[in-house]
C-alpha cells in the first residue's frame, strides 16, 4: 500500500527526542540530516524541525505533555498535513497523537516502509515491500477501510463505517498477507536452485553491503558492466541482483549488489526480505562499502557490521572498500597492493584505486584456482572432454613419444580436488602438479 506521500506534497514537521536513558547517547547532527533526507525522499515538503530531551518515552504519547502541546500549537499555525516522528511508535501512540495534532502521524518504519514502496522496482521487490507494509498496518486499523485498493490504502487514512467493517478489513489483510507469503515461498525456491546452481558450479560469489547510499551499485555497475539504476538517495536499489564480473581473469566470480542498510532497520523489512538477504548467506566474501566523505562513515559501519551479526553472517571474511575519496582530502593514497590489507580506498565514481581492488580479487580468486599443467594418457578422453567443456583449458599439447597429452589449465582447486577423487587420477609431482590416470 503507498502512501501517496510524494502526490500530495504534504506539509511536514518533523520530530526529534533524544531518549537520555538509553544505550545510545546524544543524537549527532548527521543522524538528523540523515532523517531529514529520509523525509525530503519521500517527496514531503519539511516545513519545520522540532527537538527535544526527555529520560524515557511517555506510553500513550511518546513525548511529554508540554512537548505535545508545542508541536500541536505548532500545528495549527502552520497549517501541517503530516508529522513524522524519528522513532518507532507503538499503534496507541500514533492514534492519541492524531487525535491532539488533527494531521496524520507517521513514525520512523512508517516512513522507510514508505520509501521501500516507491523504489520497489521488481515483482520480488513489491511483494517483499507490500508483506511488510501489510504487517506493519495490521496492528493499526481503526475503524477500517471499505476496501484495500492500492490507490486509497494509507497509514493514517481512517474512516470507514465502524467495527464490523474494522474486522473485515483485517481478515481480508490477513488474507492477503497468506497470499503473498505462499507466492515468496515459490520465489524463495527458485532462489534456492539459483544459489545451488552457482555452487554447482563453483562460481566465487561476492556480495556488495554497506550503508544505504554509500556507493554499492555505482561500484557494481563498474565491475559488472551492468546499468543498475543509480541515484544519490536513500534505497535506490531494493532487489539484489547477482552479474558475473566483467574481466576474463576473474570470470569465475559473481558480483551481488544489494539492498542498503540504516540504523534501527525496521524488523518488518528484516523478515519481508528474507528472499533478498538470503543471497548474502551464499556469499565467499564481503566487499563492505564504506561512504568515507560521510562525517559519520564509523557509525555506519558499526551498525552494518551490527546487522551482519544479527543476520548471522559476520562469519564471512569482509574486505572493508573505503568509497568517494575524490569528496576528500586524502594525500596518503597509495595504489600499492598488499595481500594482508583488510581495506582498499577507491572512489568509484572517479575511477579512482579500482586497479587495486582488482588485484585484491585477482588474488583472492588465485588462492582458490590452480593455474598450471596437467598431463594425461590419451585414452582419458573423458577428462579432457570434461575440462575443455568446463572452459578451464588454456593451451594443449600432444606428446608422439610417450602418449600423453599435456593440457594448461586454470581450474578452481576444489574442483580439481573433486576430480582427482571422481576419475580416479592421481597426483604425480605435487610441485608441478602434474597427473595421469591411475594405473
Not at 593455474?371 to 590419451?378: A, D, E, Y
Not at 587420477?425 to 597427473?435: P, T, Y
Request: glycine share 6%; hydrophobic share 40%.
Amino acid at each position: 500500500m503507498n502512501l501517496n506521500i510524494k502526490e500530495t506534497l504534504q506539509r511536514t514537521l518533523i520530530v526529534q527526542i533524544e531518549i537520555l536513558n538509553t544505550t545510545k547517547k546524544g543524537v549527532s547532527e548527521n543522524k538528523i540530516n540523515e532523517f531529514k533526507e529520509l523525509v525530503l525522499s519521500s517527496g514531503t515538503k519539511i516545513i519545520k524541525t522540532i527537538e527535544g530531551k526527555q529520560d524515557k518515552p511517555v506510553s500513550n504519547t511518546f513525548v511529554k505533555k508540554g512537548k505535545t502541546l508545542e508541536i500541536r500549537n505548532i500545528v495549527e499555525e502552520l497549517k501541517i498535513d503530516l508529522v513524522i516522528f524519528n522513532h518507532d511508535l507503538t499503534p496507541s501512540q500514533e492514534r492519541n497523537l492524531e487525535s491532539i495534532f488533527k494531521a496524520r502521524v507517521l513514525d520512523r518504519t512508517g516512513l522507510i516502509l514508505d520509501i521501500f514502496a516507491l523504489r520497489a522496482r521488481s515483482y520480488l521487490g513489491k511483494l517483499q515491500v507490500e508483506l511488510a507494509q501489510l504487517t506493519h498496518l495490521s496492528t493499526r486499523l481503526v475503524r477500517g477501510w471499505s476496501h484495500l485498493e492500492r490507490q486509497r490504502g494509507g497509514i493514517g487514512l481512517r474512516g470507514g463505517p465502524g467495527e464490523k467493517q474494522l474486522e473485515v478489513d483485517r481478515r481480508l489483510i490477513n488474507q492477503r498477507i497468506k497470499t503473498i507469503n505462499k507466492k515468496l515461498g515459490k520465489v524463495h525456491k527458485q532462489k534456492n536452485l539459483n544459489r545451488y546452481s552457482r555452487k554447482k558450479n563453483k562460481n566465487i560469489i561476492v556480495a556488495l553491503v554497506g550503508y544505504t547510499n554509500s556507493g554499492k551499485t555505482t561500484l557494481f555497475n563498474i565491475l559488472t558492466g551492468n546499468d543498475q539504476f543509480v541515484a544519490d538517495q536513500p534505497f535506490a536499489t531494493l532487489d539484489s541482483v547477482t552479474r558475473r564480473n566483467k574481466s576474463l581473469d576473474l570470470n569465475s566470480i559473481l558480483f551481488s549488489d544489494t539492498v542498503g542498510f540504516i540504523s534501527e532497520l525496521p524488523t518488518q523489512l528484516i523478515e519481508s526480505f528474507k528472499a533478498t538477504l538470503d543471497e548474502l548467506k551464499s556469499a565467499d566474501l564481503l566487499l563492505h562499502v564504506v561512504d568515507i566523505s560521510d562525517p559519520d562513515f564509523i557509525f555506519k559501519l558499526e551498525e552494518v557490521n551490527i546487522l551482519l551479526e544479527e543476520l548471522n553472517l559476520s562469519h564471512i571474511p569482509q574486505l572493508r572498500v573505503n568509497n568517494k575519496i575524490d569528496k576528500i582530502d586524502f594525500k596518503n593514497f597509495s595504489s600499492n597492493f598488499h595481500p594482508e590489507d583488510q581495506e582498499i580506498w577507491i572512489s568509484a565514481k572517479e575511477n579512482i584505486g579500482l586497479e587495486t581492488l582488482n588485484k585484491y580479487m585477482d588474488h583472492y580468486v588465485n588462492k582458490r584456482v590452480f593455474v598450471g599443467w596437467i598431463s594425461l594418457q590419451s585414452a582419458v578422453g573423458k577428462i579432457r572432454a570434461y575440462l575443455y567443456s568446463i572452459g578451464c583449458v588454456l593451451e594443449e599439447k600432444s606428446c608422439t613419444s610417450s602418449g600423453l597429452i599435456q593440457l594448461h589449465i586454470r581450474i578452481e582447486k576444489n574442483k580439481l580436488k573433486k576430480l582427482l577423487l571422481k576419475k580416479s587420477i592421481a597426483l604425480k609431482d605435487s610441485e608441478n602438479l602434474i597427473i595421469e590416470e591411475a594405473v
